[in-house]
């Protein structure tokens, strides 16, 4: 093994001690007896790190223990290490690898690296990554270290570098993190900028309830340790009329016969969900009137948007005539039959993906009941070959929300503001792109697909597109897609022609709601 074939390939040739030290080191780790067993074991470790697999796992890990910052900082470390070791470090120094003749066969890769020896990529990835963690999560990094390490001697034991290629990498690697580290003192939480809210409006007001009429839906939130809806509710509002939902009851019907009352109500309520609150803010929107909303329901996802977080908060609301207008969407089926949209609405595997990782969350935390849901759906799931505004694509789920919803995943968390007077469409396609994509970009949403999408055997184009659109209609070309809205779900699409059309209602609901 002939120190010499270190300057062959060299712009910037290594001093000869170090060259004669690659040399006896090199010598040195050949001439042990390892076994087939540990040989194989550094094979593996070595193919595993290849392009970044192994520490994009590995972050993928991190973000499903809550730790997404240290994960970016891993990756974002990692990036500029590589960067730095195959533009800079290769051109400048580079360097012939040991020859094939002087490693033992069992030690051998399956494909032999041809570029430039100098530094080791694989190193500078594994001491960038692990550096990059440490600085976010020291225990973590103490912990990575000794993987980091040994990515490093596997390039030595399998032959692909020289001594000095893996401490190159290793100084390069650190030194990215740390430079990174100077450049972004710290990965800051993103926060909502606006409140959620919309142009206030004056609206009846009452603290008796007099001419308020709630359909109170008992089975909304069961369990969470509430007072019965109803007896709280005559209490309150003594000369409101309460209706209890029962097996067999129509909101529409209820509805309809207390306004062919002889004192029909000026006010339309709900305690509940969103679903039943979305059946009430329908009639609302049909007979001009406003919408008084209690969250009874277990996410209140409207509610808490409209800044209603207790009765109370929509009781003062109420007293005061505090409210705002805000946008809704009507949802068209194919045979022309219309329902109004509060917050989202999906066809596709998200309902499913949303109910899957509600199981598991409270026991599991968020981030890992999301990849596991993720994983489950898309493994059993097939993609729906459907029409979005005339054009044939294959997806997994398309989602579509009332306003901008954050952040930008397939499955987003938070509406910030009521008034945007967009819809919000997230595509999470299928067609040309392995599982895995759909599962990382599920869970995870658009930016760990743009970094899972860099490894070789997952490239392609990506998985989620986020857009914003007034209407949108996406049309089966096979089976049903089956639908949802504001947590309500069906597997049969009504009307023979499998078609949804949404379209943004700007500030068409008056609801009830206290100043920001």
């Keep these: 093994m002939a120190a010499s074939r270190r300057r062959a390939r060299s712009r910037i040739p290594l001093p000869a001690r170090i060259r004669r030290l690659d040399a006896q080191v090199a010598a040195r780790v050949n001439e042990r007896t390892t076994g087939p067993a540990v040989d194989g074991f550094w094979r593996g470790l070595t193919r595993a790190a290849n392009h970044g697999k192994l520490w994009f796992a590995v972050a993928a890990v991190l973000v499903a223990l809550g730790r997404p910052r240290a994960a970016a900082r891993g990756l974002a470390s990692l990036g500029l290490a590589s960067l730095v070791a195959n533009l800079v470090g290769k051109r400048l120094v580079g360097g012939e690898r040991p020859a094939l003749t002087s490693i033992p066969v069992s030690r051998r890769l399956q494909r032999t690296p041809t570029s430039p020896s100098f530094p080791s990529g694989h190193t500078a990835s594994a001491a960038a990554f692990a550096t990059g963690v440490a600085l976010e999560w020291p225990a973590a990094g103490a912990a990575l270290a000794p993987l980091a390490a040994g990515v490093g001697y596997s390039r030595l034991h399998t032959g692909a570098h020289w001594l000095s290629d893996v401490a190159g990498g290793a100084a390069i690697g650190a030194g990215a993190a740390l430079a990174l580290k100077a450049a972004v003192p710290a990965l800051k939480r993103t926060v909502p900028r606006d409140p959620p809210t919309a142009r206030m409006v004056d609206l009846p007001a009452t603290d008796t309830g007099e001419g308020v009429f709630v359909v109170v839906n008992p089975g909304s939130g069961r369990g969470l340790g509430r007072p019965e809806a109803g007896p709280l509710l005559r209490e309150k509002l003594p000369q409101a009329r309460i209706h209890e939902l029962q097996d067999g009851d129509d909101i529409a019907e209820l509805i309809g016969r207390e306004l062919r009352s002889e004192r029909p109500p000026t006010v339309l309520g709900a305690y509940g969900g969103d679903g039943t609150v979305s059946a009430v803010a329908q009639q609302a929107l049909a007979e001009d009137l406003p919408l008084l909303v209690f969250p009874g329901g277990t996410f209140n996802h409207f509610a808490k948007a409209a800044l209603l977080d207790s009765v109370d908060a929509t009781l003062s609301a109420l007293a005061a005539g505090h409210g705002r207008e805000v946008d809704v969407a009507d949802l068209q089926f194919g045979d022309g039959h219309e329902v109004t949209v509060l917050n989202t609405a999906s066809v596709g595997l998200y309902p499913s993906f949303v109910e899957e990782r509600e199981k598991h969350e409270k026991r599991l935390g968020k981030p890992i009941a999301a990849l596991l849901a993720a994983i489950r759906v898309i493994r059993r799931g097939d993609p729906l070959q459907v029409r979005i505004d005339g054009e ?110 949404l379209r943004m209602r700007a500030s068409a609901l008056r609801v009830y709601s206290p100043p920001a």
């Design 392 to 501: 044939r694509r294959a997806v997994w789920s398309v989602f579509v929300g009332v306003d901008r919803y954050y952040p930008v995943a397939v499955a987003p968390i938070e509406r910030r503001r009521l008034d945007d007077h967009l819809l919000d469409v997230r595509v999470l396609f299928a067609g040309g792109r392995p599982r895995t994509r759909g599962a990382v970009a599920l869970a995870f949403g658009g930016r760990a697909d743009a970094l899972v999408a860099r490894l070789p055997f997952l490239q392609g184009p990506p998985a989620l597109d986020a857009r914003t659109v007034e209407e949108i209609t996406i049309e089966a070309d096979g089976d049903d897609p089956g639908y949802a809205h504001d947590g309500e779900a069906s597997t049969e699409t009504p009307g023979e022609l499998k078609r949804l059309t």
